[in-house]
């Protein structure tokens, strides 16, 4: 197999284009859900920078007819022939796109996913820096919409801020793992964090301990 770096040997969006995903990110997600689980049938999910697809399309075949998916990203995404796929364009920072998710999804969520980028510039530490701030939304999203228990899939750029984003991400999931897939190049620090078992956000002073621990268990 030819070097993830080489544009000539790109496997990997060879095998996207072939598999009829609209990005080769969707190799990504599919490693992702096959090692770690991140996706079950009926779920709602929540995808952050959805264009232009390639997540998408992924969620929907694993969340089924029962489930629903919600895709937003500040650029337009061309409409999937998808029945459960609702898309929202905006940005992810916006108070009033959030209220959309909210309406859309009736308020909580079973998995969070983001694979928003900024527009990179080539300077490491910049790109780094707004990364984490994209990153950062994910969580804010997650603290009000993800139902306990639940999953996050966070993208990050390896860097100076990421011990410290790391710590905040694991004070409010049980389990929390670094993982770069097979279809990340090797020359980008990408990696992505594979969060499960949600224990924190402010809906949980609002549940019982009995059922907080039903929602553990359904994982
Ligand atoms: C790497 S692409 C996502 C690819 C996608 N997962 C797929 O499989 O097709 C990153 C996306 O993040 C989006 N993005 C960046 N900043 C954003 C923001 N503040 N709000 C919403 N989307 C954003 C970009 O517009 C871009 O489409």
């Known amino acids: 197999m030819p070097g993830k770096g080489s544009i000539l040997g790109d496997y ?12 080769r990110s969707a190799l990504k997600l599919l490693e992702i859900c096959q090692k770690f689980r991140i996706i079950k049938r009926g779920d709602i999910v929540l995808d952050l920078g959805a264009a232009p697809g390639g997540w ?5 075949r694993l969340v089924g007819e029962e489930g629903l998916v919600i895709g937003v990203d500040i650029s337009e995404i061309e409409p999937l ?26 308020g909580m969520v079973d998995v ?30 997650a603290d009000k919409l993800l139902r306990p228990g639940g999953k996050v899939v966070i993208k990050v750029l390896m860097g100076s801020d990421f011990d410290v984003f790391r710590r905040e991400v ?12 097979s279809a990340s190049r090797d020359s980008s620090s990408e990696v992505y964090l594979i969060c499960r078992g949600f224990i924190g956000g402010s809906q949980q ?8 621990s039903d929602d553990l268990a359904r994982g």
């Open 112 to 141: 969070i996913t983001s694979d928003m980028a900024p527009k990179f510039t080539g300077i490491h530490d910049v790109d780094h820096g707004r990364q984490i701030l994209l990153a950062g939304i994910a969580l804010e999203l």
């Open 12 to 23: 990997y969006y060879r095998e996207a284009k072939k598999q009829g995903y609209r990005s």
């Open 205 to 212: 002073l609002l549940r019982s301990p009995e059922e907080r």
């Open 81 to 106: 022939p998808c029945k459960n796929i609702v898309l929202l364009r905006g940005d992810a920072r916006s108070p009033e796109l959030h209220e959309s998710i909210m309406k859309t999804s009736g």
């Open 170 to 181: 694991k004070s409010r999931f049980s389990d929390v793992r670094i993982f770069k897939p």
């Open 56 to 60: 998408l399309q992924v969620s929907c």
